[in-house]
């Protein structure tokens, strides 16, 4: 029935609302969802048989040079990605100003971090300057690749489309180049090219695709806009650095303690660990939005869709670390053959902190939305300084597999364990407690997962 003076049509307007906003999302993770699994399967596959060519020692110095950009990632971001697609939604009149404000931002900040990296890299291993170079040179491809900002323009106005699209064949076009490389029998340095290329051209590609929906640019610098974002996203790009700590700082520990074959094993087995980590995150973005919305309208069903979201990220990531654990030495011996052996035992284990990583892609944007950034720091210190330590006290006696340990409990704890410490990120922590324990709640995952699909 309907209230006295409303017709049936006004009743039925916000369910209207909020079922268009359900299609809009669904489509938009549809899209994000099938540029990722393309991204991913073409670097992972590729990436895998680059790893074959090169060797497990040609391969750690290439995991090397990498880990720099993403241990450079507070710098080469700013912590700005998450906040833009928040201010377009909010602020839709100025998102010309937001976009300009980003790019610059983004620009400066890969500048300064391709300085710093070559720095770092030549304190480190004195003498060897094309080392150092190959390092600047990837962090300095960022400078084009912050154009990529217009992506959260895209996911803003639920229209990824011709951005999915640019980036796919991007990623394709890059996958075709480095098989050519193999079969030419490419030395390193033409893959560490290759993947500052890649960088740059996603950029162009994301501005050609803004151009071929928005028709012009209408971006502009606008210092106060500049400024805002940054008042908005320095605790994010602060947290942003001990997150970065605990991904990478195993590499370089790897690199700088043991041998480059080892450090080679090791990287191979993480990214065979961390392929699939880009379905959560996806996952966490598209639906942000819809969480904002829901937050200021039904903190009720809010609650509800948190809960349901994190069940669905824990079940997956259970699934597919206990596939995994069975299959790891088939998997390593088809992926990668015999001299990749070693690895097996450091995936069994890296795998299992997926676990935590999928719900933390969600709980980064549960804390954006609730503007609890300075947990983000919190969280992640607690993380980074576990994963040092224990890294420290592992790494020697048991090289790659004592790194694993070390991302596991690390990852555990930042993502998980350290919410416990404040009543105020206790709520998430007792909804990944449930999420945790879905085999006991199998009946609402799967009325979860059958009403998703």
């Not at 710098?75 to 998102?95: C, F, K, S, W, Y």
């Not at 699209?165 to 098989?179: K, P, W």
Request: hydrophobic share 55%; glycine share 6%.
């Amino acid at each position: 029935m309907t209230a006295p003076g409303e017709t049936s049509s006004q009743a039925s307007a916000p369910t209207a609302k909020a079922l268009s906003y359900t299609r809009k999302a669904a489509l938009s993770f549809s899209w994000l969802m099938m540029e990722r699994v393309v991204h991913l399967g073409a670097g992972l596959v590729v990436g895998l048989w680059v790893a074959r060519h090169l060797g497990p020692e040609q391969q750690g110095l290439l995991s090397y040079v990498l880990a720099y950009s993403v241990l450079a990632t507070p710098l080469l971001t700013l912590g700005i990605n998450a906040i833009v697609a928040r201010e377009i939604v909010r602020h839709p009149e100025d998102e010309g100003r937001i976009l300009g404000a980003a790019v610059g931002l983004r620009m400066v900040g890969a500048l300064l971090s391709a300085v710093l990296c070559w720095g770092i890299a030549l304190w480190l291993n004195p003498g060897n300057t094309t080392l150092a170079f190959y390092v600047a040179l990837v962090n300095a491809a960022w400078a084009i690749g912050a154009l990529r900002v217009v992506q959260f323009w895209f996911q803003a106005h639920y229209i990824p489309r011709n951005m999915t699209i640019a980036m796919m064949v991007v990623s394709l076009s890059f996958a075709m180049l480095r098989i050519g490389l193999i079969l030419l029998n490419a030395p390193l340095g033409a893959f560490v090219y290759a993947a500052a290329g890649e960088i740059a051209v996603f950029g162009i590609a994301g501005l050609a695709a803004y151009l071929h929906t928005a028709s012009a640019i209408r971006w502009r610098w606008h210092m106060p806009t500049a400024r805002g974002l940054l008042r908005n996203s320095w605790m994010l790009a602060v947290s942003e650095l001990p997150a970065v700590v605990y991904l990478k700082i195993d590499i370089l520990m790897l690199a700088h303690t043991r041998t480059a074959s080892e450090v080679g094993h090791y990287a191979a087995a993480a990214r065979l660990s961390e392929a699939w980590y880009v379905l959560p995150i996806v996952f966490a973005s598209a639906i942000l939005p819809r969480l904002i919305s829901l937050r200021d309208q039904d903190h009720g069903r809010y609650n509800q869709r948190l809960q349901e979201a994190y069940d669905l990220l824990a079940c997956g990531a259970m699934l597919v670390a206990m596939t995994t654990t069975v299959l790891a030495d088939d998997i390593i011996s088809f992926l990668l053959g015999p001299a990749y052996a070693p690895s097996a035992l450091i995936l069994i284990i890296h795998i299992w902190a997926g676990v935590f990583m999928s719900m933390r892609a969600l709980l980064a944007q549960w804390l954006i939305a609730e503007d609890l950034y300075v947990f983000s720091i919190v969280t992640q210190s607690c993380g980074a300084l576990i994963n040092i330590a224990l890294n420290l006290i592992l790494i020697p006696s048991l090289g790659g597999t004592g790194a694993a340990m070390a991302t596991v409990v690390s990852y555990a704890v930042a993502s998980f364990g350290a919410l416990f410490l404040s009543r105020r990120t206790r709520p998430a922590g007792d909804m990944m407690v449930r999420a945790l324990f879905w085999p006991l709640r199998i009946a609402s995952v799967l009325r979860t997962l059958r009403r998703s699909l």
